[in-house]
């Protein structure tokens, strides 16, 4: 069952989504050679007591850190501990917070002084799936226009998506109805509703689209080990158009 927000609802959903955007935003920037994943997942902490929030991962099914750090063939779910970032990294940082009641889920991929133009050209194409699957999130569109959005932009650039992992309704709860999958025909499923709320996020794969969880049972990365990006915004359908609420 799809949950419909009310005004009341979205003005929380604003508040946690404020919230998760400016923690995002503080990590990535924080994101440079010589400092550990675990270094951003203490400042990410910090800063989420500093705003009165909590992180919505931190025991979310035993997951150990309030935010997670995939780099390069990690795809997502890192978790932050020793390593350290290097030149040439792709890192993406991911950041859910619970806030007056509701959750905030967003995340971006930034790269470390990285001079391979199809790394590059990864992680752009993969923020523009992004915004093409925000395009389709207003009301009359049905689900699987986001989900198309995304696999046809990021094929058209050469690169395959990820099938195992999906975004996902988002409000009270993380995760919600529906699934919302990153790849697919367009035209098909609910149609969408002003008042619905979506974290949409490509997870996009230089190389095959396969993934595998490492022995942590958390860290996904490419079965290819090759490079991976994701992004994510949390977004109320509206009726012309949606309102990213992690922005
Ligand atoms: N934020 C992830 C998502 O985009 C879920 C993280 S799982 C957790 O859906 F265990 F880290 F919380
Ligand atoms: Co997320
Ligand atoms: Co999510």
């Not at 959750?103 to 995340?107: E, L, M, N, R």
């Not at 991929?109 to 001079?115: A, F, K, L």
């Not at 975004?167 to 367009?186: A, K, S």
């Given at each position: 069952?799809?949950?419909v927000?009310?005004?009341?609802?979205?003005?929380g959903?604003?508040?946690?989504?404020?919230?998760a955007?400016?923690?995002?935003?503080?990590?990535?920037?924080?994101?440079?050679p010589?400092?550990t994943?675990?270094?951003?997942?203490?400042?990410?902490?910090?800063m989420?007591?500093?705003?009165?929030?909590?992180?919505?991962?931190?025991?979310?099914k035993?997951?150990?850190?309030?935010?997670c750090?995939?780099?390069?063939?990690?795809?997502?779910?890192g978790?932050?501990?020793?390593?350290?970032?290097e030149?040439?990294d792709?890192?993406?940082?991911?950041?859910?917070?619970r806030?007056?009641?509701y959750?905030?889920?967003?995340?971006t991929?930034?790269?470390?002084?990285?001079?391979d133009?199809?790394?590059?050209?990864?992680?752009?194409?993969?923020?523009?799936?992004?915004?093409?699957?925000?395009?389709?999130?207003?009301?009359?569109?049905?689900?699987?226009d986001?989900?198309?959005?995304?696999?046809?932009?990021?094929?058209?650039?050469?690169?395959?998506v990820?099938?195992?992992f999906v975004?996902?309704?988002?409000?009270?709860?993380?995760?919600?109805?529906?699934?919302?999958?990153?790849?697919?025909?367009?035209g098909?499923?609910?149609?969408?509703?002003?008042?619905?709320?979506?974290?949409?996020?490509?997870?996009?794969?230089?190389?095959?689209?396969?993934?595998?969880v490492l022995?942590?049972?958390?860290t996904?990365?490419?079965?290819d080990?090759?490079?991976?990006?994701?992004?994510?915004?949390?977004?109320?359908?509206g009726?012309?158009?949606?309102?990213?609420?992690?922005?």
């Open positions: 069952m799809i949950i927000k009310t005004a009341v609802d979205l003005e959903m604003r508040a946690s989504g404020y919230v955007a400016r923690v995002r935003d503080a990590v990535a920037s924080s994101v440079m010589g400092v994943t675990e270094e951003l997942a203490e400042y990410a902490a910090e989420i007591k500093g705003f009165g929030a909590e992180s919505a991962f931190l025991g979310y035993g997951y150990p850190s309030p935010i750090v995939s780099v390069n063939e990690g795809v997502v779910h978790i932050p501990g020793r390593r350290r970032i030149v040439g792709v890192v993406s940082i991911d950041v859910g917070i806030h007056c009641g959750v905030g889920d967003t995340a991929t930034v790269m470390v002084s990285v001079r133009a199809r790394v590059a050209e990864l992680v752009k194409t993969t923020e523009r799936c992004l915004w093409a699957a925000i395009e389709q999130a207003r009301e009359g569109r049905r689900l699987s986001i989900s198309h959005a995304i696999q046809s932009t990021a094929e058209a650039g050469g690169f395959s990820v099938r195992e975004g996902h309704g988002i409000g009270r709860e993380m995760h919600e109805d529906p699934q919302v999958p990153n790849f697919g025909r367009p098909c499923g609910p149609v969408l509703v002003a008042g619905m709320t979506f974290a949409i996020e490509p997870m996009v794969n230089m190389g095959g689209p396969e993934v595998e022995g942590d049972g958390w996904v990365v490419t079965k080990r090759k490079y991976s990006a994701h992004f994510e915004h949390t977004v109320a359908v009726k012309d158009r949606a309102e990213v609420l992690t922005l």
